[in-house]
C-alpha cells in the first residue's frame, strides 16, 4: 500500500470510528473560533471553553474586546497560560478585525494568516470549520499519529507535515481527517500513555504498531 492508498484506508476506518468528529473548541461565532484557538495553545480546550465564557460575557463583539484593556484581557485569560502573550495577541488581532476587516473575519488563507497571533495551525482551522474549505490542522496530535501511521517519515515540523499530507490526502477530506486524528490520538493512540494498539482500528495497517 503506497502512503496516497494508506491516506484513503485511514480517512476511512476514522470516518467509521468517529462519525461525528469536529472541533472540540466552542464557538458560535468565527471570531470568537479566532481568539479560542489562540488560547488553546499549550492549554486544553475543556479550559478554553470555560476561560472564554467569561471573556466573552464580558467583551460580546470585537470591537468591545478591541477596546478593551490588554491586562484586563490577561487577567482573565491567564488560566490559559501564557496570558501576556496571548492576552496581546488577541487585542492586536482584534483591533485589526476592527479596523481593516470591518469586525470580520477575512476569508483568505493569506490574509489569515497575517492577523497577529494567527499561524498556519489557526489558519487552517478557520479555514476548514468557519468557510468549509479544504484545510489541514497539524496540531500535536495529528503531528504524532501520521508519524506512527507510516503517512509521513520522521517529519515533526509542522508546515512540513502539513506540506506532506496535501500530496496524499483529499483536499476535501483534509478538515474532518485532522479533527478525528485528534479523538483517536486522545482516545486510542495516546502521547502520554502507551496507545492501546489491541483496540485500534488501524492496527493491522499501521507501520508502528506498539
Ligand atoms: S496501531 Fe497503535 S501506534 Fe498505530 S495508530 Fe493505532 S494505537 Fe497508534
Redesign the pocket.
Known sequence: MNKKELALEVIERLKNEYPDADCTLEYDQAWKLLVSVRLAAQCTDARVNVVVKGLFEKYPTVEALAAADVADIEEIVRPCGLGKSKARDISKCMKVLRDEYNGKIPTDFKSILSLPGVGRKSANLIMGDVFGKPAIVTDTHCIR?VN??GLVDGIKDPKKVEMALWEIVPPEEGSDFCHRLVW?GRD???ARTK???ER????DI?????
Open positions: 499519529l506512527r501511521i483517536h486510542v493512540c495516546t496507545p492501546h494498539c485500534c482500528c488501524l492496527n499501521c507501520h508502528q504498531i506498539i
